[in-house]
């Protein structure tokens, strides 16, 4: 079946990014929003990546495909109920959020059951909203599908079709499954990087020290504690029962650290460093996670006035974008004195280009 319309709830980074990813690569599908931010959706207008900006879930929404539901989950059940006069044989309901077991547990043995395919794009950024929203996010990223029970092979089918169709990469599983793996390597490291911050902020003096040297290892494993406070209040609440089996485990797995060092335990303490190291340093380079990923280089800069302002220049002046730039003062575990981060992919590649060609000295992790 032709994928000729696709409709949003919700138009915020993910939707707006999804929105935006079928808009490139596949222009001739008509595309409609609705969100309750009036500002994204004459946004999305403005920039062309929707035809049509909805006042509410009404007659507009006919004729979908798909419907993404991309609407904070505290509103999915007010969403879903208006959305089953929608779903059908040719119209299959999918949404994006990080917890499936909620959604998937409300609509079961409901008429939307047999027309709902859970969803989550493995991608994100510390930022939100419409704004942020990037036609590269779902680039080589996984994408979980957590069908419904009831869905048929053959909607799932053309449903991984669509997400291989936008350069993810779809992987099915059931939706308990996904939210014990989600929890462990998206939902804890979230709150062990807010816990390590705030443990942080409360050990450090008046003078503020820590926070003024905080190494370049601190920063790597604390970035996402930048994101939603928001979004991971309500990710914790609505994977309460996996994140509270994971801190359990993770706080037996410091117990046991602890009784290392606190015993002097030098083989012990070696074997889980090591092992460690060796189980991180296999995980796959190419494919993007559950975290967001970071396009960033390190350069070599000679400290004169305007070199910043030089290079800032050769790239703006080829129309790459720069996410953040500063000056590198504790370089405890990484080369360059300048940190240069862009929004995508494409552009790290070209500003790498770039500067190689001026001859600064790059370095990327």
Known sequence: MEVEKIGFIGLGLIGGSIAKTIRRLQPGITLVAYDVDKESLSLALEEHTIDAALGGLDGGFAGCQYIFLCAPVQKNAEFLEKLSEFAGE????????????????????????????????MAGSEKSGYAHATPYLLENAYYIITPSGETSPEAVGRFQQLVQSLGAI??????????????????LPHILASSLVNLVEGLDGEDGMMKKIAAGGFKDITRIASSSPVMWQQICLANREQV????????????RIRGDIAGSSSENLFRFF??????????????????????????????EAGGIATLATILATNQISIKNIGIIHNREFQEGVLHIEFYEEKSLQEALGLL???RYTVYVR
């Open 274 to 303: 090591q092992n460690a190291k060796d189980y991180r340093d296999s995980l796959p380079i190419a494919s993007s996670g559950p975290l967001p990923k970071i396009y960033d280089v390190y350069c070599d800069m000679v400290d």
């Open 90 to 121: 040719q119209c299959i309901i999918t949404d994006v959020g990080s917890v499936k077991s909620a959604i998937h547990e409300e609509i079961a043995h409901t008429p939307l059951a047999p027309y709902f395919i859970g969803g989550h794009p």
């Open 170 to 187: 779809p992987i099915l599983l059931d939706y308990k499954e996904h939210d014990f793996v989600t929890g462990a390597v998206s939902h």
């Open 356 to 358: 190689r060609k001026y």
């Open 244 to 255: 509270l089996r994971l801190l359990d485990a993770f706080l037996e797995e410091l117990g």
